[in-house]
């Protein structure tokens, strides 16, 4: 009498060493796997299916199914992306699975990418509900949802600083620093609260220009400051022989 066979079978995976490893393969799963892979290469799925996907091959660790170590590792060498990509379409999938709309399969990836950026569940959906005012249920544009991501993040800013414009009439928060400055004088607040870092005073003083609150002394103060930065920035980003360190 023939016995039945095991849904288990040894099989040998070679890891990057090239050293050959005997282990327990799942036919079921493995199984699952092939389909998914065939569906993602293909690109017969949407950004938001390849996500769900890839989200399964990850918190089942079915990669290991492979012979490899890391998700990432396994994102490379069997569709040819990047980590990062591999988690920003999951990311993108969590951010669509969570819409409540009747037309979300028509949402390009595109679009759901500035609400991806945004981490509470919640606020996604209330960015996206106003959205949908503003176009009254029309599909947005990218912009449209690029900007009000980016309205959002501002006034995030200023409730996370506890500043009320209306309360601090003198005061204009100069969002590169993350902190109020003085309209009269926004030198020297400029100048201390950027910590001694090129980048950030440069951004913080390009902000306050576009916002019209520097005067030709006042710039041409900052343009002093942030020669005298770029100067010492230069030193320490090379080594006297001209390596990096």
Same mark, same amino acid.
């Given at each position: 009498?023939?016995?039945?066979?095991?849904?288990?079978?040894?099989? %040998?995976?070679?890891?990057?060493?090239?050293?050959?490893?005997?282990?327990?393969?799942?036919?079921?799963?493995?199984?699952?796997?092939?389909?998914? !892979?065939?569906?993602?290469?293909?690109?017969?799925?949407?950004?938001?299916?390849?996500?769900?996907?890839?989200?399964?091959?990850?918190?089942?660790?079915?990669?290991?199914?492979?012979?490899?170590?890391?998700? %990432?590792?396994?994102?490379?060498?069997?569709?040819?992306?990047?980590?990062?990509?591999?988690?920003?379409?999951?990311?993108?999938?969590?951010?669509?699975?969570?819409?409540?709309?009747?037309?979300?399969?028509?949402?390009?990836?595109?679009?759901?990418?500035?609400?991806?950026?945004?981490?509470?569940?919640?606020?996604?959906?209330?960015?996206?509900?106003?959205?949908?005012?503003?176009?009254?249920?029309?599909?947005?544009?990218?912009?449209?949802? !690029?900007?009000?991501?980016?309205?959002? #993040?501002?006034?995030?800013?200023?409730?996370?600083?506890?500043?009320?414009?209306?309360?601090?009439?003198?005061?204009?928060?100069?969002?590169?620093?993350?902190?109020?400055?003085?309209?009269?004088?926004?030198?020297? @607040?400029?100048?201390?609260? %950027?910590?001694?870092?090129? %980048?950030?005073?440069?951004?913080?003083?390009? =902000?306050?220009?576009?916002?019209?609150?520097?005067?030709?002394?006042?710039?041409?103060?900052?343009?002093? @400051?942030?020669? #005298?930065?770029?100067?010492?920035?230069?030193?320490?980003?090379?080594?006297?022989?001209?390596?990096? =360190?």
């Amino acid at each position: 009498m023939l016995k039945k066979k095991s849904e288990d079978t040894q099989v %040998s995976a070679i890891d990057k060493d090239t050293t050959s490893v005997a282990k327990t393969v799942d036919k079921a799963a493995l199984k699952e796997l092939e389909r998914m !892979e065939v569906q993602i290469k293909t690109g017969i799925i949407k950004y938001f299916e390849t996500g769900m996907l890839l989200q399964q091959i990850s918190d089942k660790k079915l990669y290991k199914l492979r012979g490899y170590h890391s998700f %990432s590792e396994y994102c490379k060498e069997t569709f040819d992306f990047s980590r990062s990509y591999g988690y920003r379409l999951i990311a993108y999938c969590n951010v669509w699975n969570l819409l409540k709309d009747d037309a979300k399969s028509k949402i390009p990836e595109r679009m759901i990418r500035a609400l991806a950026s945004v981490k509470e569940p919640e606020e996604r959906q209330k960015i996206w509900d106003k959205i949908k005012t503003i176009t009254n249920g029309e599909l947005p544009t990218y912009q449209t949802v !690029e900007n009000e991501v980016k309205a959002y #993040r501002e006034q995030k800013q200023l409730t996370d600083a506890e500043f009320n414009p209306e309360a601090s009439p003198d005061l204009v928060f100069c969002r590169s620093l993350k902190a109020p400055v003085s309209r009269s004088n926004p030198v020297e @607040e400029l100048i201390t609260k %950027s910590d001694g870092k090129y %980048s950030v005073l440069l951004r913080a003083a390009k =902000e306050m220009f576009q916002a019209d609150c520097l005067d030709l002394e006042a710039c041409d103060t900052l343009k002093e @400051e942030l020669s #005298r930065r770029h100067e010492e920035f230069l030193d320490n980003l090379f080594n006297d022989d001209g390596s990096k =360190e």
